[in-house]
């Protein structure tokens, strides 16, 4: 048996005796969950079954089985916010008294559209309930305004569980990302597909005239954090103007960025920013923005007998509560203040990683964007998806994680990321950092 092998074992066997009534849960739940869980990728967390939780509160939970995690999951953004923020519960609280949803509006859509203007500059705004429909909703729309068919993605990207994104690169074709369960096409018929950072070949397939829109996160996050070349934004600005695509950018995970995500920070003008996740504390809540430009364009082109039939919007989209949770958790929890808080955290915990690397010897690397970090297990950071992708390991990422896991602390399932929320503290960095370097340590013997 390897030595890695043996690690998961003993941790495997500590995480079942130290979680009885997690695993007592998870086994009723065969009866009645899907595989024993809500959602089928639940199963991804290591240990062979998921901890169930009882209560958490700011940047740590308390499970079942009465033991306490720091969490630098957060809900893999969705509680970026720190869990249960006394400002969001306030509203929520406040909301539900008067109304949950109506199918009218509130007064605070307006409030968030105009915050939300102020963070990132495009000036319309709607609202839905997931990033992935957000995503959805700015694809139609650009289809209809542009009349063309296909759409433009990164190799490895991820935006939700949109069906045209789940495209990747293999010997310069465009198939069907792994494991994605039954496409209703092959996405080479909807998808053009190009490298991160490659200018050139985002040239080649926009010149063929038929993409709608380039989708694309600001930096790659959903397979390890992938910065943008120098340049590179501005040639993807002036590209997409040149062949008549619009530009839209998701900024659901790179919020991480500061207030207004990478497009702020970095100065972007896109045509549609879309963004979801952790906006409403939690509370499921997602918006999309048209830049001035196009919501001009857009103007007059919906009929308003088809406007509820239109594949744009869902019944349950900009309700009350919704609305009230994203007002109080853009103007109370994730402030200016809370991100320059949240950064230097994430700088500590970049430098505590790195320094348990290179005392092991072992040919990783870590990464950071804003008050997001994550390790990668190759010694060179990537330029593009299919070098982040080469550079995982799903046996290593199930050992680290459990490892972690078993004392104290969580991180995302699906790759070794961390974020910091604003209840964070440098005593929750100190722990991780503690516990990476014992791990890596008994890794390389």
């Given at each position: ?274 963004i979801g996740k952790p906006i409403g504390g939690g509370i499921p809540a997602a918006a999309y923005g048209f830049s001035e ?27 009350a509560l919704s609305l009230a949770a994203m007002r109080a958790t853009l103007t109370e929890v994730l402030t200016d203040d ?108």
């Amino acid at each position: 048996m390897s030595r890695l092998a043996e690690l998961q074992a003993r941790e495997e066997v500590l995480f079942a005796e130290t979680h009885p009534r997690s695993r007592e849960l998870f086994e009723r739940g065969r009866a009645s969950l899907f595989e024993g869980v809500p959602m089928h990728w639940m199963r991804k967390w290591p240990g062979g079954f998921p901890v169930y939780v009882a209560e958490a509160k700011g940047a740590r939970f308390v499970g079942v089985d009465g033991l306490e995690y720091v969490d630098f999951c957060l809900g893999d953004t969705g509680a970026m916010t720190g869990h249960a923020p006394e400002p969001t519960l306030r509203a929520v609280r406040e909301q539900a008294a008067r109304g949950i949803t109506l199918m009218l509006p509130s007064e605070d859509a307006l409030r968030v559209a105009e915050e939300l203007t102020r963070r990132f500059g495009v000036s319309s705004w709607q609202f839905a309930l997931t990033a992935t429909d957000a995503n959805r909703f700015s694809i139609r729309l650009a289809r209809h305004l542009t009349g063309r068919p296909r759409i433009l993605v990164f190799d490895w990207c991820y935006h939700g569980t949109v069906d045209e994104t789940f495209a990747v690169l293999e010997d310069g074709a465009v198939r069907a990302r792994s494991g994605n369960l039954g496409p209703p096409v092959d996405p080479a018929v909807t998808t053009r597909v190009v490298d991160w950072n490659d200018v050139d070949a985002l040239e080649r397939e926009l010149a063929h005239g038929d993409v709608a829109v380039v989708l694309t996160e600001p930096a790659l996050t959903n397979v390890g954090i992938v910065h943008p070349e120098p340049g590179f934004h501005d040639a993807l600005r002036r590209l997409t103007r040149r062949h008549g695509t619009l530009l839209a950018i998701d900024e659901t995970h790179t919020i991480c960025c500061g207030p207004g995500g990478f497009t702020a920070a970095e100065g972007l003008e896109p045509d549609l920013v879309t963004i979801g996740k952790p906006i409403g504390g939690g509370i499921p809540a997602a918006a999309y923005g048209f830049s001035e430009e196009l919501a001009a364009r857009l103007a007059g082109t919906i009929e308003l007998e088809d406007v509820d039939v239109g594949g744009v919007g869902g019944t349950l989209a900009a309700n009350a509560l919704s609305l009230a949770a994203m007002r109080a958790t853009l103007t109370e929890v994730l402030t200016d203040d809370a991100f320059a808080r949240m950064i230097p955290l994430a700088e500590r915990w970049t430098a505590g990683v790195a320094a348990g690397i290179e005392e092991a010897g072992l040919p990783w690397h870590v990464t950071r964007l804003g008050c997001r970090a994550e390790y990668l297990f190759g010694p060179d950071r990537p330029q593009n998806g299919a070098e982040a992708h080469a550079a995982g390991n799903f046996e290593l990422e199930r050992y680290m994680h459990l490892h972690a896991l078993n004392r104290g602390v969580l991180l995302t399932p699906f790759h070794s990321m961390a974020l910091m929320s604003p209840a964070t503290s440098e005593a929750d960095v100190d722990l991780h950092t503690e516990v990476f370097r014992e791990a890596v340590l008994e890794l390389a013997g």
